[in-house]
Nanobody
Framework: QLQASGGGLVQPGGSLRLSCAAS????????IGWFRQAPGKEREWVSC????????NYVDSVMGRFTISRDNAKKLVYLQMNSLKHEDTAVYYC???????????????WGQGTKVTVSS
């Protein structure tokens, strides 16, 4: 089971750190991705971190602003979001897969989302 947390209301230019907690399975074995879904839009892949070598990938729109990391000992994956923009407003989800990819069907386990609102 996965649970995302850390969302909230933040002003443009601000920062938030999202956390994804795993329970009931060994986080080390899985790559973890972050997705987001804005109102009226499809779910969008944001980032992924591999299980083996901590290789990371990002969608172009967040490159240089977001950083994904993991702490397997704590069974946590983080998404540090800096320089937030209005268009980052969405519900953010974490999900687990065997190998990083950008497609929703590639991910086997999903957590409940956490809402991020970027507004002045």
């Amino acid at each position: 089971q996965l649970q995302a947390s850390g969302g909230g209301l933040v002003q443009p230019g601000g920062s938030l750190r999202l956390s994804c907690a795993a329970s009931g399975f060994t986080l080390d074995y899985y790559a973890i991705g972050w997705f987001r879904q804005a109102p009226g839009k499809e779910r969008e892949w944001v980032s992924c971190i591999s299980s083996s070598d901590d290789n990371t990938n990002y969608v172009d729109s967040v490159m240089g602003r977001f950083t994904i990391s993991r702490d397997n000992a704590k069974k946590l994956v983080y998404l540090q979001m800096n320089s937030l923009k209005h268009e980052d407003t969405a519900v953010y989800y974490c999900a687990a897969t065997w190998k990083c990819g950008t497609g929703v069907p590639q991910y086997d386990y999903w957590g409940q989302g956490t809402k991020v609102t970027v507004s002045s």
